[in-house]
């Protein structure tokens, strides 16, 4: 079982439409990060949350982290064919020293 | 370029043969890790060095793979008699170790093929 659970796993909508994808634990994580992933490359920071509670906007992307610092959300407003890609969460638990990483979240924009 | 950079990019073996992946880390960045990942999957966590000491390891790393980085600056991943379980890709990743929530910049990876 994945310690992050990330839903949904694909995701295909229309250029414009919004979206949220979520990133979920029931441990607590000290500090949680979003990359985004293209094929055959390595993933690139999007954000880091620290705060429990905290909400950080990046143009037309949202992160929230959750009070209880278990839980984050990506919302997409008016998604573009270039925001396809694969959207990986990854968080360090209390005390820890490496990055545990979420399944993934596959998104395709359609024009 | 100031990114992390890896290579090869794409490695293809056959089973039984050795091969080794070169990691260069942000110049200033004191941590490096080294991360597996499979088609379908996340990156699953390998092993990761402050400056030159290897601090932990995963369960995942056999003891058919080492990993060193002896002066602290690049890294090196060494698969020996390798096998197709193998086959994913090799990332690497370095951060400055120096704030809480150590943020890692991954390089593009090494694509291995063990056929």
């Known amino acids: 079982t994945q310690l992050l659970e990330q839903s949904p796993q694909f995701l295909s909508i229309q250029e414009g439409e919004n979206l949220t994808v979520y990133c979920n634990s029931s441990s607590v994580f000290s500090s949680l990060q979003w990359y985004r992933q293209e094929p055959g490359e390595g993933p690139v920071l999007l954000v880091t949350?620290?705060?429990?509670?905290e909400v950080k906007k990046l143009k037309r992307l949202t992160f929230q982290f959750g009070d209880a610092r278990k839980d984050s959300s990506l919302h997409i407003t008016a998604a573009q064919p270039g925001d396809t890609g694969l959207y990986l969460c990854?968080?360090?638990?209390?005390?820890?020293?490496?990055?545990?990483f979420g399944a993934g979240t596959i998104l395709r924009v359609k024009s | 370029d100031t990114g992390v950079s890896q290579n090869p990019r794409h490695k293809i073996t056959k089973r039984g043969q050795n091969v080794t992946f070169r990691c260069d880390p942000i110049s200033e960045h004191n941590r490096l890790y080294w991360y597996r990942q499979t088609l379908g999957q996340g990156p699953e966590f390998l092993t990761y060095f402050q400056n030159e000491a290897q601090l932990e390891k995963s369960r995942l790393l056999s003891d058919r793979f080492s990993a060193e980085r002896p002066k602290g600056s690049f890294s090196t991943l060494e698969i020996q008699r390798t096998e197709q379980g193998d086959s994913a890709m090799y990332l690497c990743?370095?951060?400055?170790?120096?704030?809480?929530?150590?943020?890692?910049?991954f390089g593009p990876g090494t694509r291995l093929t063990v056929l």
């Open positions: 990854a968080g360090y638990m209390e005390y820890g020293n490496k990055l545990v």
């Open positions: 949350v620290v705060t429990g509670g």
């Open positions: 990743a370095s951060s400055t170790g120096t704030v809480y929530y150590n943020e890692q910049f």
